[in-house]
Structure formats: C-alpha cells, structure tokens
C-alpha cells in the first residue's frame, strides 16, 4: 500500500524545484521522508529465547507525520482522563467565512490564536447568562485546517461539558439539548472574533495586499458582519466513554490518513473523500503529486503552536483543586485506570505484537541502540 513517505519520497525534489517552502514546512518534509529509515537510527530488538535479532529504525515523531500519531494520542488521552466528569458533553464546531482564508494562512500564529480567544469567550460569556446556563462550562479545543479534498478550511472542534461551575461553587447541569441557541451562538462569535481582528497587527502581501489599505480592511470587515457566519452542535455526545472515543479520532489527525491514499501513478495521487455537500458521498479524488504536496503542506502548523487548548473549568491555571471539586459535586470517580505501557501496546497492536518471527514462542524486547547514518 503507498503511503504519504512514498509520495514525498519519489516527488518531494520537484516540487522542491519550483516551491520555496517555509522552515517548518521543509522539517516535516524531511521528517516523513526519513521516518523510520537508517537516517534517524536505528535499534535491535532480542528475541528471550532464540536470540534472534531484528532491527527497527526510529520515528521522526513529528506531529504531521500519519505514522507517528498512535502513541502521542494515547499518551495524550490518558492525561485527560483525569479531566473527565460524569456530565454530558457537546460537540460545537465554529467556522469563518472563506474570504478570510488568505488572511488566516499569511497570519496563522495570531489567526489561529485568535479563533481560539473569539470560540472560548463566546461560549463562556453565553454559559455565564442564567437564561442559558448560570456556570463556568469546561471546554477542549482542536484546531483543524484542512477539508476532506486537502483544501484550506480553519476551523475549530470544541467539546463543551453539559453543566459547570457557579459563583457559588456548586454544579449546575444543563438541559439535555445544547443550550445555547445556535443563532445567538453564531452572532456572538462573529461579532466577537471581528472585533478582535481589528486589534490584529496583520501582514498582508500577495493576493491580499490591498487589505494594507485601512480602507479597503473596513470594506471586508463590513461585508464580513453581513455574513451569516456558520457554526452548528453536532448530537451530544453518550458519556465521558464517548468523548475519549470522539478525542482519540480528532485530536492527533492529520490532514489526511494512509488509508485514504489509493495508489499513484504517472505523478499522480488518488485518495478518497468524503463530498459533505453531495449527501456525505465518498468519492475519489486525483491530483498531480506538485498539487497534492501542495495541498498537504497548507496544513503544517506554525512551529510550537498548541493545536489543543482547554478552557472554563479545565483551564491550567488552579485547574487541580477546581477539578477535585467538580469530581466530587458530580460524584465523578476517576473513570479510567491508568494503563501500563505494554497493556496499550497489546490493545493498539495486539496481543503478538513482539512476538519472535523466527521461533514463534520467544518474545522481543529492547536490546541497544544503533547510530543515525547520513
């Protein structure tokens, strides 16, 4: 099966030839290149019985790379666990309209950071109003870029705990439905994120170089608030179960999977789709390998930006006392027991997953390591 390297691999000098990617960008390139080869060395597993000796080269670990997700995600779910409250638990999704797009991409630190403040203080302001909630809500955060065709398309998937914290420090539960109309939620948002743009210091350059124009900024800004913006609550999740079920899918993707990648050839790329707006149809898409290199590199986040953020009663700040509280108002016991590190590698791989391929019964284990070769 041909996967993303594979791609990289046979096409990244081309496109290399007539694109001048940003730093960030030429890391993961060679990091998924060189994932798992002798470039990044390397270490021999032992067989406890036969002494067989294997040797399995080392992951890049770059949070781009769709073979690198499995533990960073299982590493990360496990500390939210301890998040976790015996409440329901919403799924809010906040978007922008595209014309924003080629701001978002030539200010992506400050943008991004931005959608993030405009998201979390909307639901915030709205959950303190007693005709909605009267309560501090937890919020977990993602920021995703991509849609399912690799176009650009910011947007921000929030899990919001169906109850929260008083003044008082007592639990309040919401109702059963979101409770926040979505109308009043998408308004607030707009109004709130475009105020804040103003505050920006922006580059623009390009396609968007008019917009240095105050004027011209305005014109957008204006049109902007006569546009109905789209944001929409998917159906509440059944339990905190679910909710590590839905994080474990979302937190650490990618812009697109290995398993969507359907073959190449002649320099071009196959991969599935998902059509939203033909009936959730899936389709299949081809693209010359320079577009698809193209379109995959749109999605490379600026270097030590926090794609995960968590607010209200989950923020950091005193988070460990405010929590303790929460778990008792709401009889929360701890949900999930801590898991030692060959348990998760049985559940992700199997119970075989270090077994001796040579004699079948002895099982490998860590030998030494083996230097990076240039």
Request: charged share 20%; with cysteine; net charge positive.
């Amino acid at each position: 099966m041909i996967e993303l390297q594979d791609i990289f691999t046979r096409h990244a000098g081309e496109y290399l030839a007539s694109h001048q990617p940003v730093p960030v960008q030429l890391k993961a390139i060679a990091d998924i290149i060189n994932c798992r080869t002798s470039v990044l060395g390397a270490h021999i597993d032992c067989c406890d019985e036969c002494g067989f000796e294997k040797i399995s080269y080392n992951s890049c670990r770059n949070r781009h790379c769709p073979k690198c997700q499995a533990f960073a995600k299982e590493d990360w779910l496990e500390r939210q666990n301890r998040n976790l409250l015996e409440c329901p638990y919403f799924h809010v999704v906040f978007t922008v309209p595209q014309e924003l797009n080629p701001v978002f991409y030539q200010n992506q630190r400050r943008m991004y950071a931005l959608l993030f403040k405009a998201a979390s203080e909307t639901i915030l302001e709205l959950c303190a109003d007693r005709k909605y909630l009267g309560a501090k809500p937890g919020i977990t955060a993602v920021l995703h870029t991509w849609g399912q065709n690799l176009s650009y398309h910011p947007h921000l998937h929030c899990v919001v705990s169906g109850g929260g914290l008083t003044e008082f420090n007592s639990w309040k539960n919401s109702r059963n439905k979101f409770f926040i109309p979505i109308k009043v939620l998408s308004k607030k948002f707009r109004g709130k994120f475009l105020h804040c743009l103003h505050m920006e210091h922006l580059r623009f350059y390009g396609d968007t170089a008019r917009l240095g124009n105050p004027h011209e900024f305005d014109s957008l800004v204006a049109a902007l608030y006569k546009t109905d913006w789209i944001t929409y609550c998917k159906p509440p999740f059944g339990g905190p179960q679910k909710v590590m079920d839905y994080l474990g899918r979302y937190t650490h993707r990618v812009a697109i999977s290995n398993n969507r990648i359907m073959g190449e050839l002649n320099g071009r790329v196959s991969f599935k789709w998902r059509d939203y707006a033909d009936g959730n149809q899936q389709k299949i898409m081809t693209l010359s390998a320079d577009e698809f290199i193209r379109r995959f590199l749109l999605h490379i986040l600026p270097s030590g930006f926090r794609k995960i953020r968590h607010f209200g009663i989950f923020a950091s700040r005193n988070k460990t006392g405010r929590l303790a509280l929460c778990r008792r108002l709401t009889n929360t016991r701890f949900l999930f027991a801590p898991e030692a590190p060959v348990q998760r590698l049985n559940r992700i791989f199997g119970p075989d997953w270090n077994l001796c391929p040579k004699c079948k019964s002895g099982h490998l284990s860590r030998a030494s390591p083996l230097g990076a070769t240039a």
